[in-house]
């Protein structure tokens, strides 16, 4: 790079340049590649939701890259959790592409991750072997796969009839917020609870929580959604089994209706998967958790999103 670059902080100021960049680098990277940019609409407005999300829940952790007159050519989001640095979207403007910007970006949280001692985690797209490249030059390393399916909610709510036992999903309550929290560390070897206060405390008014608990009262799975009009978007969510993966999915879906949404599944969860195709959910991507340090004997069935990063 032969102009001097800033790697700052997002701050309140940057919202609406920071949405226009996420939507003009998405639409960008998903036409030339993919023939797919019309996958994220025309207009960077609904954009604007990343930076308030990220904001709300950290403020000043996100990294942002700026030329010296002060553009914003580049973003990376990124979160300190209890176990782990999450990073969430990276974007870099197209006519900067190439030149190291999200290298740096995503160094610069690495480098903080290895202060604090703790892994990296990501989920990163298949289709795109820039940012796949990107993460795994870097000491990423790959671990479960998901599908992305993409359903229309008829407005008469799924044709399937709910799983048995729908009756053990209710809407999560602020005393639950430890409760998700211990059960996906107990499972997944991961905290956040912030995240899950964040959600319930739904000061976006973007967030719908579900629960589900064994005869015993113990959570047995959770599956948090995005609601805003925004982006709806199913996730992050775990769950102790197929079984109850599939009550709290066909729940989420059930109060989703007339809405064109996309879910990521494990691709091992082999119920679940053949499910959402009975239900006309079809595939439109694949991504991959990365972590620099991957948790061993991690167990259960997850629901990583994108609205913030759940890995
Ligand atoms: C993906 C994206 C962030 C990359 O940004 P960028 O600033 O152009 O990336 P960089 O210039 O920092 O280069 C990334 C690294 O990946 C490497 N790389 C890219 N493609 C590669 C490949 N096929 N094989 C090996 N390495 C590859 C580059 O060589 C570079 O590493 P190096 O500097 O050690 O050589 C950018 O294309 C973008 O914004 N895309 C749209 C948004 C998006 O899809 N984000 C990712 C998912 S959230």
Not at 120 to 142: C, E, H, I, K, M
Not at 168 to 194: M, S, T, Y
Not at 238 to 255: F, H, N, S
């Amino acid at each position: 790079m032969s102009e001097t670059i800033d790697f700052t902080p997002l701050t309140a100021a940057d919202r609406e340049p920071i949405a226009r960049l996420l939507h003009r680098a998405l639409v960008h990277w998903y036409e030339s590649r993919l023939g797919q940019g019309e996958r994220f609409g025309d207009s960077h407005d609904p954009f604007t939701l990343f930076p308030d999300v990220y904001e709300a829940l950290d403020p000043g952790e996100c990294v942002t890259a700026r030329t010296a007159s002060g553009e914003i050519i580049g973003v990376c989001f990124s979160h300190e959790r209890e176990t782990h640095v999450a990073i969430g979207i990276v974007a870099t403007a197209p006519d900067a592409g190439g030149r190291g910007i999200a290298k740096n970006m995503v160094s610069l949280v690495l480098v903080k991750a290895r202060r604090l001692g703790k892994p990296a985690r990501l989920v990163s797209s298949l289709l795109n072997l820039d940012s796949f490249s990107l993460y795994t030059r870097l000491g990423f390393v790959p671990g479960a796969l998901f599908q992305d399916m993409l359903i229309t909610v008829p407005g008469n709510g799924l044709l399937a009839a709910a799983p048995t036992g729908i009756e053990q999903v209710r809407e999560a309550v602020w005393a639950d917020v430890p409760r998700l929290a211990d059960f996906e560390q107990a499972l997944q070897g991961i905290r956040r609870e912030k995240d899950f206060t964040c959600f319930i405390r739904n000061e976006i008014g973007a967030w719908r929580v579900l629960v589900s608990e064994a005869a015993d009262g113990s959570v047995n799975g959770f599956l948090a959604m995005s609601i805003h009009p925004s982006c709806t978007m199913i996730g992050p969510g775990v769950a102790a089994d197929e079984k109850t993966a599939l009550r709290l999915l066909w729940k989420a879906l059930d109060g989703l209706r007339d809405k064109t949404l996309v879910f990521l599944v494990p691709c091992a969860a082999t119920t679940v998967v053949r499910s959402a195709y009975a239900w006309g959910a079809r595939n439109v991507e694949l991504h991959v958790a990365q972590s620099t340090a991957p948790v061993t004997g991690a167990k259960g069935i997850v629901f990583p999103t994108f609205l913030p990063e759940s890995s």
